[in-house]
């Protein structure tokens, strides 16, 4: 039996019981057990678990590959996916979590008004949709490409698993379960790292032997016709501008995605809250710091590889992800031997021969690099760990927004605590059915579709979050008016701009300032503000208790103040 | 608290977001963006210093800012007799 299949299958064996093990552990009865954990997660696991939570498939899988054929113009992602986090911790956790409820929309809710709080549910459970469906995609690639399992097998082995605990368990046998797929993934991410780091560099620590290897790599990409690996903007939709843009729409964006914010609801003090955004930042930047460092290592290794080498004679890997069809090959001049530069290899006017999917390149990497075949079984579990925890977080949101948001706060106030667990629990499942359906059949525009859910939580959610707790005078028309404004705006721009092949709903009309939909999120955001601060000011001002109520969040162990009228 | 210190409490915490999030700005889009190409002129250990801030410094610097936050903001809420840490605290 071929080696690879065997050891992936093991980890996957292993790793899947010990999640199904945690599941039946943290079983729940009730529905602050199934949101918010009973708000009882130690900090440490809670930065764990927010750290799994966020590090998806696109940060597993994609994120080196990405800055691999990116260079420079790939630090967006890297800052903005961490940036995001200091104003999470300064600006929303410690307020959210003393403020205390179970989702994003219900501070929206309660701090301005009904109708806004639709807007937030609305809100949440797209951009909560449009990410889950990338995960589930990424769930079906390590699947097929490892086990032999096919896309389709692959999905609904991954939904079984996912059903078995976040049902079960709802946010506490989500957490538990994110907290060891945090362990996986990590252990996944650095072994190979630092043994690739080892033999390239001679320096086993990544993040500080990629630096000379950056360097040849400059030279090795100037020769076959490519910009330099560190020079700053060198593509248009990598320029100043757009770098800007792009970075601050990722961290507003990060700041407002509500599967992240609710993870700071967890915690048994707003001690703990903060203390657990400095885990999570902590853990993710042992990824985050790394990424950068595999990139420049994979990039070097698959030039070295293919390039100027004969057709017959290319190594095993590259014959492998043939067959999954995720490289392409193309002896154009038909010398028999790989020109790797500039263009793609199924575009004639191009001297280009190979082009790989850039997704490849972290699963793609340790066989590159020669690592025995247990290496490469680990880094495939890490990718199913990664891809799993964040669709779970993701599920819970949608599942929370329906049945607490629509079902409880809307239509049922009087339901019991059984009734709102039993919705609870219907809805998960179907989110997770959902979530399947787009993992099988992706819509052909996962990438727009990401930067659509940064925009729209970048600026809908933030600047009324912000705002809220920072100025007491923010009222409910101005909330509603600025999220209007910032979602209508930024969905605007991404249908008009992004280009027609993408979708039926994408026109590719110019951009001004060459402005790419990634980075539109920024203006939406700053639009809100803009907005909510203006109506406010024309409107009354919020009523008193309100206030105190505002007033009471600001002060972490305090009684509240409201006990005092 | 009286509301005085209430008042003193948020302008201590005002002043050391503010502070904080002055060297996020800096370090992400002052270093490792305005700044980069001036920057990519130094090299340390082979990284140009622009591409290191973009790709490694500013997330470690992310992870500082955060720390320093935890330990100040800690301390602030003890000093005023406001630390939030569970139902079986005395001050609460």
Redesign the interface.
């Known amino acids: 039996m071929d080696p690879i299949f065997l050891w992936t299958l093991i980890f996957v064996v292993l790793t899947f019981s010990l999640y199904i093990y945690i599941a039946y552990r943290s079983r729940v009865s009730d529905t602050e057990g199934f949101y918010v954990a009973g708000h009882g997660v130690p900090a440490i696991a809670n930065g764990a678990a927010v750290g799994a939570d966020w590090m998806s498939a696109a940060s597993f899988i994609s994120l080196a590959g990405i800055v691999a054929f990116s260079g420079y113009g790939g630090s967006v992602f890297l800052m903005g996916w961490t940036g995001g986090y200091v104003l999470l911790a300064l600006l929303l956790a410690p307020y959210l979590r003393k403020f205390g409820k179970y989702t994003v929309p219900d501070f929206v809710g309660d701090r301005y008004s009904e109708t806004a709080r639709l807007v937030a549910a609305i809100a949440a459970i797209f951009v909560s949709l449009t990410y889950v469906a990338g995960q589930m995609r990424g769930v079906g690639i390590v699947f097929s490409r490892f086990l032999g399992l096919g896309i389709v097998g692959g999905v609904i082995l991954g939904m079984v698993v996912v059903f078995f605990y976040a049902v079960l368990g709802g946010m506490k046998g989500i957490t538990w379960t994110q907290v060891a797929q945090y362990s996986v993934l990590i252990v996944a991410y650095l072994i190979p790292a630092v043994a690739i780091a080892f033999t390239l560099s001679g320096n086993p620590i990544p993040q500080i032997g990629f630096g000379e290897i950056a360097q040849e790599l400059n030279g090795v990409q100037a020769d076959l016709g490519f910009a330099e690996y560190t020079a700053a903007f060198t593509d248009p939709s990598r320029n100043l501008l757009n770098m800007i843009l792009i970075t601050a729409a990722l961290m507003i964006g990060t700041a407002g995605l509500p599967h992240v914010i609710v993870r700071f609801y967890t915690t048994k003090t707003v001690r703990d809250a903060r203390a657990s955004a400095f885990w999570a930042l902590f853990f993710i930047a042992l990824l985050y710091t790394t990424a950068p460092a595999i990139a420049v290592f994979a990039k070097s290794n698959f030039i070295d590889d293919v390039n100027n080498v004969a057709v017959d004679q290319l190594p095993q890997w590259v014959s492998d992800w043939q067959d999954a069809e995720l490289i392409t090959i193309n002896d154009k001049n038909g010398d028999g031997i790989i020109t790797y530069s500039p263009g793609e290899a199924d575009d004639p006017e191009s001297a280009n021969e190979i082009t790989p999917d850039r997704d490849i390149m972290v699963l793609a990497n340790p066989q590159i690099a020669g690592l025995p075949a247990p290496v490469v079984g680990l880094v495939a579990a890490g990718g199913l760990a990664a891809a799993l925890s964040t669709a779970s977080g993701l599920m819970l949101v949608i599942s929370s927004s329906v049945a607490h948001d629509f079902y409880y706060k809307r239509l049922r106030p009087d339901a019991s605590e059984d009734q709102q667990l039993r919705v609870a629990r219907i809805t998960m499942g179907f989110a997770i059915l959902v979530a399947g359906y787009f993992g099988v059949n992706p819509p052909g525009f996962v990438a727009q579709v990401v930067a659509f859910a940064f925009g729209l939580a970048a600026a809908t959610f933030f600047p009324v979050i912000v705002l809220g707790i920072f100025w007491k005078r923010t009222n409910a028309a101005g909330a509603t008016a600025g999220m209007a404004v910032g979602l209508i705006f930024t969905a605007t721009y991404i249908f008009a701009t992004v280009p027609a092949d993408a979708g039926a709903l994408f026109f590719g009309a110019p951009r001004p300032f060459d402005i790419t939909p990634e980075g539109i999120g920024t203006i939406g955001a700053i639009l809100n503000f803009i907005v909510t601060i203006t109506v406010s000011k024309m409107t009354a001002p919020p009523p008193q208790k309100m206030m105190d109520l505002i007033e009471e969040v600001r002060y972490p162990g305090e009684a509240p103040v409201t006990r005092a009228h | 608290?009286d509301e005085s210190q209430?008042e003193q409490?948020?302008r201590t915490?005002l002043r050391l977001?503010t502070a904080?999030?002055s060297v996020?700005f800096i370090v992400?889009?002052g270093f490792?963006?305005?700044l980069?190409?001036q920057l990519?002129k130094i090299?340390?250990?082979?990284?140009?210093l622009?591409?290191?801030f973009?790709?490694?410094g500013?997330?470690?610097t992310?992870?500082i800012?955060?720390?320093i936050?935890?330990w100040r903001?800690?301390r602030l809420?003890d000093d005023?007799?406001?630390?939030?840490?569970?139902p079986t605290?005395v001050?609460?």
């Open positions: 608290m209430r409490y948020w915490n977001m904080l999030l996020w992400s889009f490792s963006i305005l980069v190409e990519n090299v340390v250990l082979g990284f140009p622009g591409f290191w973009a790709q490694q500013s997330i470690i992310f992870v800012l955060i720390a936050y935890v903001m800690d809420d005023y007799g406001v630390s939030d840490r569970g605290d001050n609460r």
